[in-house]
């Protein structure tokens, strides 16, 4: 009677809530200074200050009904122009208001767009180690999703896999720069060699091969690294967009999805990205939450914490014996399992109260994913632990 | 290669999109004083102070990174429970935390139940008039749609086309009320005889028949009527509340799913609703918001100006000769045509600057819709372009 892959959906718990809860247990037995929880890619760094000065001042001079009041489905006009404007001043594009349309956040950016493209039959391909929800809005979306694995040493795009992996049904090929688990952002020559390949394919094909770029990380690097603005070098490409991380707002789900002119059909694209959004229920994006992010265009959380934070655990970790990929990006860092299977390394761990996460869910088998947007003194605390687990493997 | 029925739904305006846009060009023309714009259901009145005002405690008292964090899926279990309290203490059940699933608003409610409930084949049954999305969340959640017209007078259910409507394919019947756009509040009368016509054919059948309450205008009721709480009348009942209305929160898209404990395999039916969630992209619902609605459970914005409204407008439409439905809820009146085309009517009032919306896309022609969460001195202004139409019908 009830829809049972739903059910099984809702049942199926993830990796990470399982740690979640065993975390939780443990932090009653032993007190919560105790366990060290890396589990969650819950931003612990405040909002800009400005996020709650904008949110006082509208309560204070907007008009209530205005203010808490529907706006088009599209988004509120002058906050998609605002969005417009900082993207063509960061990037010297030419987007208009209406090349965007705002979300509940980047899940939901993800699902709509997937949905607008969806035909029964079509392929979507992710690059390992992948957001494991992505698994989950394609297949719900009726497409097959292709897993190609990455580079085993750089985490950029192996051409060669993703040159087989490519078929006439592909439909499009999600990217996620700044990576989350591996932290890992693609460089230019990455982004130009994928371009290449697609546009090539594209000819062949004779049609469209959409690249939507999944970029709740984008401005969360470090050391000056830049992030190619992927429509600069791809002419079918989308954008799928959270402030969650940008702003640590993961609670008010806030996004859009940006679809440029230049995009194969570029006003069907639009209008079903509409239609999707209509029948999937999102009515539209929270009414407040979008003047506060047009009023905060271009404000980031504080990203030394961030970076703080990455310096102290890489430089421990790789001190310890531990193989991680340097993270340039996102707040994750990605560490090669000791022991062949992951698993058995993240149980390990939690013999030392470490809550680390098996990538086995995200496609890429062997490796943990540790979230460093924890506050600095946990992982400081942490490091006696990270030691001892290094030494029952021998490697320090 | 983009999904066709999306662009479709995209592009195809809403009628009342259509008027609203027209409104807007008079406007321009003739000055916004002399347009007389009812065809919107976007409150007017603002929401109560204390939501502000919780909004204003909460930046000052929590803890930021947690106020606008991730809640779980299902949202902050002290809000449900607030939630469940609130309901308990008004309609003497018995409800806990977790029978509460928040959501993103009444249409996210509605889309994330139907695909829960969702087998291809499965029809479900509305009364009309019905608000025309149900149509599209019905329809691409691959179900069918059913339609039954209500009783000519009274506007309650016509229990003879009801019975004849029900199929051993009946999955689930929506019920609206107070009702968009007829106003009517279904009477503890009218609810029993459903009750007992829908638990006959569950045994007819050997399945259950989910009874899906969207019930955003609950709480906007007049004279003192009341709205009978249907868990306490069929078991096998959900409910799909929003707090848009009651709240005058319309664009900040907050509300709840409710599924009793003793509904039909009800931890399954949950769960789906946890995965139908999950697999369209709802992460949790906005998380301030949660927070604001639990904190302000039970008030409502001030009634006595939608009050005000409808008797102005029912008393002088009526008095004028027009043929109107007497709405004891929601803030819609709605009026008979003066002939059978209710669009060629909706053209005619246009030409006195009115605009009413032709209610054939509800399901049931040869009637308008007058939304009255508009200013009481717009109605009063109004009044003479209603006469003047009243007399070019000659109805008086």
Do not use: W
Request: charged share 20%; net charge negative; aromatic share 10%.
């Amino acid at each position: 009677m009830i829809n049972q892959t739903m059910t099984l959906l809702g049942k199926k718990r993830s990796v990470i809530r399982d740690i979640f809860e065993y975390a939780n247990k443990r932090r009653a037995q032993i007190g919560a200074e105790n366990v060290f929880d890396f589990s969650l890619g819950n931003p612990n760094v405040p909002a800009p200050a400005d996020v709650n000065a904008a949110i006082r001042e509208l309560l204070d001079t907007e008009d209530d009904a205005a203010l808490h009041g529907y706006t088009s489905a599209q988004g509120a006009a002058p906050v998609r122009k605002a969005i417009a404007d900082d993207l063509n001043r960061r990037f010297g594009t030419a987007f208009h208001a209406d090349n965007l349309y705002m979300t509940c956040g980047a899940a939901a950016s993800l699902k709509i767009i997937l949905i607008a493209l969806s035909s029964e039959g079509d392929e979507v391909i992710v690059f390992t180690p992948f957001f494991p929800e992505y698994s989950v809005f394609v297949t719900t979306a009726g497409m097959k999703l292709v897993q190609v694995p990455s580079d085993e040493l750089s985490f950029q795009i192996d051409f060669d896999k993703l040159a087989s992996a490519i078929t006439p049904s592909t439909k499009a090929v999600i990217v996620n720069s700044p990576n989350n688990p591996s932290g890992v952002v693609y460089t230019a020559e990455t982004v130009q060699k994928l371009a290449a390949l697609l546009t090539q394919r594209e000819k062949e094909y004779g049609h469209a091969i959409y690249l939507i770029s999944d970029e709740p990380y984008r401005e969360l690097v470090y050391d000056g690294i830049e992030v190619p603005y992927l429509t600069k070098y791809y002419t079918d490409t989308v954008v799928c967009y959270s402030y969650s991380k940008s702003l640590s707002l993961p609670g008010e789900r806030i996004g859009y999805i940006l679809v440029p002119d230049e995009v194969c059909e570029s006003a069907d694209l639009y209008a079903a990205v509409c239609g999707a959004g209509r029948a999937l229920g999102y009515v539209c994006a929270p009414s407040m939450m979008q003047q506060v992010v047009a009023k905060t265009t271009g404000q980031v959380a504080d990203l030394n914490v961030y970076k703080g934070n990455r310096d102290l655990i890489y430089n421990a970790l790789t001190d310890y014996g531990f193989t991680c990929i340097h993270p340039d990006g996102a707040f994750y860092l990605f560490v090669k399992s000791p022991e062949p299977d992951a698993t058995a390394f993240y149980e390990k761990a939690k013999e030392f109260d470490l809550m680390l996460v098996p990538a086995d869910s995200f496609g890429t088998p062997g490796f943990v994913r540790i979230a460093y947007c924890v506050s600095t003194d946990m992982i400081r605390r942490s490091l006696p632990a990270f030691l001892k687990l290094a030494k029952s493997y021998g490697l320090c």
